[in-house]
């Protein structure tokens, strides 16, 4: 079992920043690779980024790339998800998920509950 704990959601106005943290727990973090999606309101949850434990796997969505970079710090058992030049339609839940690296919810069998990011145009 691993439970992801994710952190760093807010307000932010257009063109601002957020990194967003999870922390995992339980089985060996460097098993899995870690993905990154989100939920906005009204719409499927949706593949953001994702890494392998060694970096060699490392996707991002279209709609993310050039603005977002996943990283991830395996001494802390830790998942970054940096956002940049963030807009409104970037608004949802945000939820880490451990794993498989690929874009599939289906390839994620742990998911932390979400932390909220807002961006206000």
């Known amino acids: 079992q691993v439970h992801l704990v994710e952190s760093g959601g807010g307000l932010v106005q257009a063109g601002g920043s957020l990194r967003l943290s999870c922390v995992a727990s339980?089985?060996?973090?460097?098993?899995?690779?870690m993905g990154w999606f989100r939920q906005a309101p009204g719409k499927e949850r949706e593949f953001v980024a994702t890494r392998s434990w060694s970096g060699f796997s490392t996707y991002y969505a279209d709609s993310v790339k050039g603005r977002f970079s996943i990283s991830r710090d395996n001494a802390k058992n830790t998942v970054y998800l940096q956002m940049n030049s963030l807009k409104p339609e970037d608004t949802a839940v945000y939820y880490c998920?451990?794993?498989?690296?690929?874009?599939?919810?289906?390839?994620?069998?742990?998911w932390g509950q979400g932390t909220q990011v807002t961006v206000s145009s």
């Open positions: 998920a451990a794993g498989s690296a690929g874009r599939s919810q289906r390839q994620y069998d742990y």
């Open positions: 339980g089985r060996t973090f460097s098993n899995y690779a």
